[in-house]
């Protein structure tokens, strides 16, 4: 059964960081792109960020371009999303999710639950 | 970025009814559009991908159709455990975009 558990969520201040992980178990980790989604309060869905399985070419939303990495470890079957510079407009529930192959150009079949950032003073 | 607008953004169904939601991309995606179902305090789960393709275990009362520009999902009948927020996404090129969101609940 696929899981991904996501963790690192916190209330942070305007201008800080923060980093994400997200545990996944249940399929061959490095074999599959990862993606980074969010949700503002009362808001919809926004794409953030995808990684291939090999870890190389990310790509990112310009809202978040220069400020968020995203990063995997295959060892560990973990996806990571480093967090800079953070604003007010960067809080939101964090959803990591897997896409069906190896392409950032994709929908995601699987979600986790979500993490909260709150970037607030 | 390619904009995705979602029609309505709530409605309100008895059991049993037939809902229609509309999808529509500021340009053409092909066929490489995606729903989910979001449920409050719940992972988002994929409904269909590449506009008509039921993902495995969802049931059949979900359907979609369209190309180009405009799509739609259908519940032929909906139900009490259909009661959630429903996206399209489009995966034709980056930046992956997500419609604003489709309240469903029940009359």
């Known amino acids: 059964e696929v899981q991904l558990l996501e963790s690192g969520g916190d209330l942070v201040q305007p201008g800080g960081s923060l980093r994400l992980s997200c545990a996944a178990s249940?399929?061959?980790?490095?074999?599959?792109?990862m993606a980074w989604i969010r949700q503002a309060p009362g808001k919809g869905l926004q794409w953030v960020s995808c990684?291939?399985?090999?870890?190389?070419?990310?790509h990112y939303s310009d809202s978040v371009k220069g400020r968020f990495t995203i990063s995997r470890d295959n060892s560990k079957n973990t996806l990571y999303l480093e967090m800079n510079a953070l604003s007010v407009e960067d809080t939101a529930v964090y959803y990591c999710?897997?896409?069906?192959?190896?392409?950032?150009?994709?929908?995601?079949?699987?979600w986790g639950q979500g993490t909260l950032v709150t970037v607030s003073s | 970025d390619i904009q995705m607008t979602q029609s309505p953004s709530t409605l309100s169904a008895s059991v049993g009814d037939r809902v229609t939601i509309t999808c529509r991309a500021t340009?053409?995606?092909?066929?490489?559009l995606a729903w989910y179902q979001h449920k409050p305090g719940k992972a988002p789960k994929v409904l269909i991908y590449q506009t008509s393709t039921l993902e495995s275990g969802v049931p059949s009362r979900f359907s979609g159709s369209g190309s180009g520009t405009e799509f739609t999902l259908t519940i032929s009948s909906l139900q009490p455990d259909d009661v959630a927020t429903y996206y399209c996404q489009q995966y034709n090129k980056f930046s992956l975009t997500f419609g604003g969101g489709t309240r469903v609940d029940i009359k």
């Open positions: 249940g399929f061959t980790f490095g074999e599959y792109s």
């Open positions: 990684i291939f399985g090999s870890g190389f070419d990310p």
């Open positions: 340009e053409s995606i092909s066929r490489w």
């Open positions: 999710a897997k896409g069906p192959y190896n392409s950032c150009v994709n929908y995601y079949d699987f």
